[in-house]
């Protein structure tokens, strides 16, 4: 059986007597096992990492761009090899794991321009013969605990502007698909990183908590679901380390009865069921607004979502494979049995899917109507193929829903009036927020990140946040005595004021 080892100082090294299997979701076996590791490995990998950050740290910019120039490249040449890997362990079909890769890899461009973002300020006579100016120096060590939705995107998205501004890392991934970024770290070695600067170490809790309490790890980066986010950010913090933790979703898609409804349910089918409904910025919730929408929404959205092909993650035809474990199907199933139960209308019932000649862990697309804002299934996150409508009567209520609720990760509004999608815009209590864009992640040079109990923490990811995250602003405030200093120094007294 394949095994999955730790990558350490730029060499594979296997540790952890504890074994996680590793599933390929479209058959519902096992095709390889990983290690999970604690306090003895991260150590190694801590030492490598101090050992190597200085002298990177000392390595200029442009120079240290160039390695990320190298490896925008190195991830292009292997984007099919990468795709059927990371396909073959979360079960998202092949087309949709490339955008995983491309999108962690736009993150990897933006830090192509490293130069540029460590440039720092400066002002000439803040005072009589002072200058002042600010430069950004990296933490030295962090770490980044990423979840299974996003084998790719996500580890790029931290180790990307964390090595470019002269870190060391130290990547902890989801021992359910370990295997693309252990290929990704391979190509930083291949790229040019000097060893010890991308380390990769697997584990759960344990390693989880050794990461907490490592005193040479400055900064954690989490993403995943919200109680582990929350437990990471009170733990990190309270050991005196800067921590962005990420949560959980329930996205809402708001629907205007002035709105191109074809349009509405080509987006909404894509983000509700497209990867299996396990995207954070996935749209399980929908809230068109009146009656007369509602019905006329409810009859296109019915045949569009029996018209789904549900199928293996390499079926080039499907719209989305199986979700992640047989444990996340029971999870899904129970939940759609839960809103049943809890009164809500189960309009199309995707339970009890199978495909022939596989084991695969599918679970069909399902859609529910009139469920209610004090359902337990509303309130929490399902992360999987279900789409629950909420009927709204009034545009303040459509504002209200989102507002309201746990999660504030994205929302989307479509409609053609744009005074009210400004409005809705300014209003909701929601991090990100489409107009007629069903899944709003922005692009990699703005900043990443929700509200609420969707993140903790207040820098986001990528973007300018990414780089202020992963480093310390200095400031300087400096002065060239021209050696005429006399009288009786009172003046040193007093706070300076520069007058
Ligand atoms: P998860 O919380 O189970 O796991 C995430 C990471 O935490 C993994 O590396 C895992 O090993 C570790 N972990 C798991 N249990 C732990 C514990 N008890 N103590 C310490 N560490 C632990 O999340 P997941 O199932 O891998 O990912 C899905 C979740 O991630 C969903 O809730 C989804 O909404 C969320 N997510 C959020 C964003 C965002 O940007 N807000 C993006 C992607 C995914």
Redesign the pocket.
Known sequence: MRSVDHFINGSHVSAGSRKHPIFNPSEGKQQAEVGLAGMAELNKAVEAAKAAQPAWAATNPQKRARVMFKYKELVEAHMDELAELLSSEHGKVIADAKGDVQRGLDVIEFCCGIPHLLKGDYTQGAGPGIDVYSMRQPLGIGAG??????PAM?PMWMFGPAIAVGNAFIL?????DPSVPMRLAELMKEAGLPDGILNVVH???EM??AIIEHPDIKGIS????????Q??YSGGTANGKRVQA????KNHGVVLPDADLDQVVNDLTGAAFGSAG????ALPVVVPVGEDTAERLREKLIPAIKGLRVGVSTDPDAHYGPVVTEQHKQSVENWIAKCADEGAELVVDGRGLELQGTDGWFVGPTLFDHVKPEMESYKE?I?GPVLQMVRADSFEEAVRLPSDHQYG?GVAIFTRNGHAAREFAARVNVGMVGVNVPIPVPVSYHT???WKR??FGDID?HGPDGIKFWTKGKKVTQRWPDGTAAGDHKEAFVIPTMG
Do not use: H, L, W
């Not at 605990?145 to 996003?150: E, H």
């Not at 902890?172 to 359910?176: Q, R, T």
């Not at 396990?278 to 910025?281: G, K, L, N, V």
């Open positions: 605990i990423t979840p299974f939705n996003f996500i902890k991934p989801s021992e359910k584990g759960d809790k989880v908590d989490f993403v995943g679901s919200s109680p582990i986010a437990y990471i990420f949560g959980g979703a396990e995207r954070c910025m996150e992360f990760n990443f990140g929700g969707s993140g990811q």
